[in-house]
Nanobody, 124 residues
Framework: VQLVESGGGSVQAGGSLRLSCAAS????????AAWFRQVSGKTGKEREW??????????SYADSVKGRFTISIDNAKNTLYLQMNSLKPEDTAVYYC????????????????RGQGTQVTVSS
C-alpha cells in the first residue's frame, strides 16, 4: 500500500487549499481513510486527528475543523481529498493521510499505512 499526498502550500488566512492522497494497492472507498496533522516543532509520535471516512462511508471531523474542512473520495481516481476552507494560522502543519483495513480510529498509532506528509502554511 502506498499513499502519496499533494496539494499543500502557502495561503493567507481565510483562503482555501485542497489536499489529495493518491492510493495504490488499496481501495480507498472500501476501507477507512483519514487525515491527520502535526504542527511544526511538536515532537512525539502522535499526530492530531482531523477527519476520516469510515468503512460504511460515514464521515467524522475534529471540532477544530468541523464546518471548514470536508473529506471526500474520488472512486475513479482512488484518491482521498481534504478540502480546507476558511483557513487559520493555527491550521499550519504537516498534513498526513492514513489508511487501515477496518473501522476508523482517531489515533495515528492505529493506522498501518501512512503518507509522507504535505506542508500547509497559513499566514495572518
Amino acid at each position: 500500500v502506498q499513499l502519496v499526498e499533494s496539494g499543500g502550500g502557502s495561503v493567507q488566512a481565510g483562503g482555501s487549499l485542497r489536499l489529495s492522497c493518491a492510493a495504490s494497492r488499496y481501495t480507498v472507498s472500501k476501507n477507512c481513510a483519514a487525515w491527520f496533522r502535526q504542527v511544526s516543532g511538536k515532537t512525539g509520535k502522535e499526530r492530531e486527528w482531523i477527519a476520516f471516512i469510515d468503512t460504511d462511508g460515514s464521515t467524522s471531523y475534529a471540532d477544530s475543523v468541523k464546518g471548514r474542512f470536508t473529506i471526500s473520495i474520488d472512486n475513479a481516481k482512488n484518491t482521498l481529498y481534504l478540502q480546507m476552507n476558511s483557513l487559520k494560522p493555527e491550521d499550519t502543519a504537516v498534513y498526513y493521510c492514513a489508511a487501515r483495513f477496518y473501522v476508523c480510529s482517531r489515533y495515528w498509532s492505529g493506522y498501518n499505512y501512512r503518507g509522507q506528509g504535505t506542508q500547509v502554511t497559513v499566514s495572518s
